[in-house]
């Protein structure tokens, strides 16, 4: 009975360690090692990468609003709208941190990505959760951004930046929608 109470224990701790226990899908930890995976991957494909940060529209204003229990509620059903858009095995979301998610697109051009990012917010407004504390709309939306490398090496840091830039992009513009991050062309220097 120890041995088994052991092994229970161990495989417990080694679930926790790579998803979030509160909405179930992979954490930062897992994102960051299946981004390295994919990104090697995308190299010897010669294949894009398009990575996905996600963030709940005035979060803050619905916990003070609803309270945290159904704040946690909201999460785990972004998280789970999140996850079931994607349809490809090897499509992954995980819990970035607070209201934050974020998704790797292997083999996945800026156009199948914009794709997605539409139907994650389509499947959102469908669950038509209220939050009448968003100036957003008076349901729990979110802003997206998108990035799209198709150059080798595939950098870590540059794709997330991308990313999260598209995504202060898209909040500027009025949340609940997505963005796509652009390269500014180098300005002439004739």
Partial sequence: IY???LVKAYETIKHEAVFDVLTGIPNRRSFNERFLTEARRAVRLKSPLSVIMADIDHFKNFNDTYGHGKGDDVLS????TIHSTLRR???FCARYGGEE???ILPDTDEKGAMHIAGRILEQLQELK???KSSDAAKTVTLSLGIATQTRVPINYEDIVQQA???LYQAKLNGRNRFEVYREK???DVS
């Avoid at 059903?77 to 789970?80: F, G, I, Q, R």
């Fill in 3 to 5: 041995g088994f109470k």
């Fill in 77 to 80: 059903a972004v998280a789970n």
């Fill in 89 to 91: 095995p090897v499509d």
């Fill in 101 to 103: 998610f974020i998704l």
């Fill in 129 to 131: 959760i209220e939050h």
């Fill in 164 to 166: 999260d830039k598209a």
């Fill in 185 to 187: 062309p180098a300005a």
